[in-house]
């Protein structure tokens, strides 16, 4: 599997992230189509990864915070591509004519897990950094879609969601070391996932709408046991774990305006507490890797969003990116980088 690269257009002057500024990575068309930027969280050295004429997306670091995975559109049609932290070096890891994306890293950084339709479905596919190996997760004969891929911490496990007749996604696991796929959820008609691991890789986390409203659910993969989180008539999606397993962040709509807001909780559903007050709509939460504050976009005019970030000890929010246009998809440097001082 051959690889082709370009010359980035903005590079910064080191390929890692220093350790006193660390840095965000967002997605903006402030300059007409979508595209990477990176920025520390104080907002100063803004920076642009990525400039073409198409949309560049779905950024994410890798584990050791010096590459950046991303879907790209400059060819086209939706590839998948990696680049330096700078910017530098993009290439195209996927090559192929239809659609590739939701890419996703091994703990080890050596591998990254995606969709693809080259086969047919949308299904998902791994690819080793240093071989360009392509193994196909699905066998070839499966006519079901797949979404969604998240590698659990420990390297061993692959969940993602797999869509029934109806439409319809359940979650399912995949055993990277025997190919052994073990479905989770049955529920049929309704919707469950996308999936978000637990530090220790025990637990997943999803949403699931089973009584006409989204609630949360987690499933324990030693007990075999799933239970829901969150009972109300609102919709509760896209939960996260805290970086030491203590916390869940999500998105809920049980505020008094409706608008969707996100809140924490502790990891057995218990506490849960505003961490925007509903002024504004808000969207694509996520952790900083201190647990102590946490990144968003939020829609504050008609026209443009931004990034902030969010004290969870004073719900103070901070604006990061600049406000032309809009702004989404933050998320920060790996923990294990140790990159983040910030303490208000």
Known sequence: MSCSAERATDAASSSAPADNSPLLLFVSNQDGDREIYSVDLSGQHLQQLTSNNRDDYEASWSPDGHKILFTSNRLGVSELYVMEANGAHQTNLSNHPGFDGQGAWSPDGQSVVYLSDRDGPIHLFILDLQSAALHRVMAPEDLDSSDAPAWSPDGNWIAYRKFNLRGKGDIWLFSVKDGVHRQLTNNGKHEDGPASWSPDSTTLLYHSKRNREYNLYRFDLNSHQETQLTFLASSDIEPSWSNDGKKILFLSTRGVQGRTQVYV????????????????????????????????????????????????????????????????????????????????
């Open 265 to 344: 909780m502790n990891s057995d559903g218990t506490n849960p507490q505003a961490v925007t007050d509903g002024s504004y709509q808000v969207a694509d939460p996520a952790w900083l890797p201190n647990d102590r504050q946490v990144l968003l976009a939020s829609w504050q005019g008609k026209k443009h969003s931004n990034i902030y970030y969010v004290n969870l000890h004073t719900r103070t929010m901070q604006a990061i990116a600049p406000a032309k246009g809009y702004q989404s998809q933050p998320s920060a440097v790996p923990a294990t980088q140790g990159g983040f001082h910030a303490s208000n």
